[in-house]
T-cell receptor, first 109, second 114 residues
């Protein structure tokens, strides 16, 4: 079956760096997405990786290794507003998105 | 403001009642989706539509139906609601064929079935 694994919850300190990991087993691969979801709100798109390597976008970076079925989201210079859930999703061979359960990130002052 | 509008934002419903969740987008996206989100689980696809006039079943379609009469609207109907359908429902759209094809989500409809 298809599966996306990511930690349920992580805690980090304001100003620090945190890495959220995502491993996947899917039927085919057509890209990996990271979304941010604040409590009670809709998910919003953060990043997209389809080739191996690092994609950087401001304080956020996302890495992909297709051979390892692995990605991570790196958040630098953490701010209190980064407290949210981070969702990893993989687009499979049928171009359908398979979603992880999300990682709740708690930022402490 | 361009985007996706869902209605209602919240609803309490008696079991056995019929309910339609509305979804409208003004981005002219060809693909639209309905997801449910439950605590501890990832977003689960209920139904989708790749283009107006076509629909498909997702991972958890039982008890739900959809229609796609035009590009903008994609309503989700619960014919006879059951308590297990208590959830937060998100409508989303994407421009299939675009470089990333990321999903844009509505604000969600919180449904409680008693």
């Amino acid at each position: 079956g298809q599966n996306i694994d990511q930690p349920t919850e992580m805690t980090a300190t304001e100003g620090a760096i945190v890495q959220i990991n995502c491993t996947y087993q899917t039927s085919g691969f057509n890209g990996l997405f990271w979304y941010q979801q604040h409590a009670g709100e809709a998910p919003t798109f953060l990043s997209y990786n389809v080739l191996d390597g690092l994609e950087e976008k401001g304080r956020f970076s996302s890495f992909l290794s297709r051979s390892k079925g692995y990605s991570y989201l790196l958040l630098k210079e953490l701010q209190m507003k980064d407290s949210a859930s981070y969702l990893c999703a993989v687009r499979d061979s049928n171009y359908q998105l398979i979603w992880g359960a999300g990682t709740k990130l708690i930022i402490k002052p | 403001i361009a985007g996706i509008t869902q209605a209602p934002t919240s609803q309490i419903l008696a079991a056995g009642r019929r309910m339609t969740l509305r979804c409208t987008q003004d981005m002219r996206h060809n693909a639209m989706y309905w997801y449910r989100q439950d605590l501890g689980l990832g977003l689960r696809l209920i139904h989708y539509s790749n283009t107006a006039g076509t629909t498909g079943k997702g991972e958890v379609p039982d008890g739900y139906s959809v229609s796609r009469a035009n590009t903008d609207d994609f309503p989700l109907t619960l014919a006879s609601a059951v308590p297990s359908q208590t959830s937060v429902y998100f409508c989303a759209s994407s421009a299939q064929g675009a470089s990333t094809g990321e999903l844009f989500f509505g604000e969600g409809s919180r449904l409680t079935v008693l």
